[in-house]
């Protein structure tokens, strides 16, 4: 379960000339690449078994969305020193839900992130902001972490992805709703088409009935190598679970 180890320091010069033509690739389509580009397109070539036709058509189409939708100047501004509390609507998330974008690192290294879904004040958060609003935070957070995962994998000669345990205790028909639903979808495709090889892995505990239901409603959304990488469990094997994956 969850993603496979990639060391930096492993890589052969052949793959080496291959994130070099990645580069190639992607700044010819408008693509922005910082000092920390090479653990980027290292993302897309693993994602993609290395093929590069399949790993060029990626590129090329995360270049013109990431132009459409400003990810680039965010990603500027994170490196400029932006901070997760100074992002648009990010405090009236954490003042709805409890969420920790940034707690520690997993065993393996990952970047770990907490939430706690049960604790959502449903009618506020719906009520703080738009679907757009929602959106665009996501779209901060995901820039933000991928940024600080790029950076951290030079650093560290290993490929440092995004780990998530999630509470799910406490989760109700109001949670698993079509307003919800509408919500999330525009977000949920993100990590397959733009952000590859950013999610290690998402451990669901304390799960229930209802949340089964939820999973059928949104995982058509996600590829089904994401999909292997969400672990869902119940109370019993939580702990089990949580020391296994982290």
């Not at 399949?54 to 270049?63: F, G, I, P, V």
Request: glycine share 6%; proline share 2%.
């Amino acid at each position: 379960l969850g993603a496979s180890e990639v060391r930096v320091d492993a890589l052969t010069e052949e793959q080496w000339a291959q994130i070099r033509q990645a580069r190639k690739v992607y700044t010819d389509a408008g693509g922005y690449l910082d000092e920390y580009g090479d653990m980027m397109m290292l993302r897309f070539l693993v994602n993609n078994k290395w093929k590069p036709q399949a790993t060029a058509k990626q590129l090329k189409s995360t270049a013109a969305w990431r132009k459409k939708v400003g990810a680039d100047d965010i990603r500027r501004a994170i490196a400029n020193g932006l901070s997760l509390l100074e992002m648009p609507k990010i405090l009236e998330t954490v003042y709805t839900v409890s969420i920790i974008p940034q707690h520690r690192t997993t065993l393996k290294g990952d970047s770990l992130a907490l939430l706690e879904v049960g604790s959502m004040v449903l009618d506020e958060f719906f009520e703080t902001m738009n679907n757009k609003d929602y959106f665009t935070m996501n779209l901060h957070l995901m820039e933000h972490q991928t940024f600080h995962a790029d950076k951290t994998s030079m650093a560290r000669g290993s490929l440092v992805r995004f780990a998530c345990l999630v509470d799910a205790e406490g989760i109700t028909t109001k949670h698993i709703s079509m307003r919800m639903l509408w919500r999330l979808k525009p977000c949920m495709p993100l990590a397959d088409l733009y952000y590859p090889e950013f999610i290690g892995v998402a451990v669901v505990f304390n799960s229930q009935w209802i949340l089964h239901q939820g999973w059928k409603l949104i995982k058509g959304l996600l590829s089904e190598e994401i999909q292997r990488r969400v672990v869902i469990v119940g109370k019993e094997d939580a702990r089990s679970t949580i020391l296994r994956e982290n």
